[in-house]
T-cell receptor, first 118, second 113 residues
Framework: AQKVTQAQTEISVVEKEDVTLDCVYE???????LFWYKQPPSGELVFLIR??????QNEISGRYSWNFQKSTSSFNFTITASQVVDSAVYFC???????????????FGTGTRLLVSP | DGGITQSPKYLFRKEGQNVTLSCEQN?????MYWYRQDPGQGLRLIYY???????QKGDIAEGYSVSREKKESFPLTVTSAQKNPTAFYLC????????????FGPGTRLTVL
């Protein structure tokens, strides 16, 4: 079965530091999607990025960047010049195909709590 | 504004009672989902629905029930058969059920007294 591992339970940084959140996944599918979500203290999950397995190009969006490496089954997330508002729990997720129903569900990691102090 | 609404935000229930959590979306999405989140854990899928009048069990469906009579609505009932119902419940929707990003509601925190 598919699996997503976020080994870092909690990370604490000081504002303006760069921080990388690790995500390692396992899948037997050749086509799959990877996602990152942010969960602020309010509880609602906010979508950050979706990446398909055929696109290994790194992506940058403002202070956020993602490094997808198929060879190591990793999809790491870096925040540059962190800010207090970045404090949240971040989840990595992998799409998993149910070949009986054709449905693809998301398998979530356990999340990394990021604390950014002023 | 388009989005997903869940009500109530906090819910308290006595042991042995059924309770229904509301989820409404006005994004015109076909697929809807219910997840459960426990402290320190990721999200686990309870039920999902790909289209109206159809729904399927997820990984932890025991003790829960759903209905999908309208495209916009996907209520979740937590029954007395659910052994440990205290948790944070999140509803989500996506355009279709395949490979699309899911958009989440604000969640309902259920506490069983």
């Amino acid at each position: 079965a598919q699996k997503v591992t976020q080994a870092q339970t909690e990370i604490s940084v000081v504002e303006k530091e760069d921080v990388t959140l690790d995500c390692v996944y396992e899948t037997r599918d050749t086509t799959y999607y990877l996602f990152w979500y942010k969960q602020p203290p309010s509880g609602e999950l906010v979508f950050l990025i979706r990446r398909n397995s055929f696109d290994e190009q790194n992506e940058i969006s403002g202070r956020y960047s993602w490094n997808f490496q198929k060879s190591t089954s990793s999809f790491n997330f870096t925040i540059t010049a962190s800010q207090v508002v970045d404090s949240a729990v971040y989840f990595c997720a992998l799409s998993e195909a149910d070949w009986d129903t054709g449905f693809q569900k998301l398998v979530f990691g356990t999340g990394t709590r990021l604390l950014v102090s002023p | 504004d388009g989005g997903i609404t869940q009500s109530p935000k906090y819910l308290f229930r006595k042991e042995g009672q059924n309770v229904t959590l509301s989820c409404e979306q006005n994004l015109n999405h076909d697929a809807m989902y219910w997840y459960r989140q426990d402290p320190g854990q990721g999200l686990r899928l309870i039920y999902y629905s790909q289209i109206v009048n159809d729904f399927q069990k997820g990984d932890i469906a025991e003790g829960y029930s759903v209905s999908r009579e309208k495209k916009e609505s996907f209520p979740l009932t937590v029954t007395s058969a659910q052994k440990n119902p205290t948790a944070f419940y999140l509803c989500a929707s996506s355009i279709r059920a395949i490979n699309n990003e899911q958009f989440f509601g604000p969640g309902t925190r259920l506490t069983v007294l």
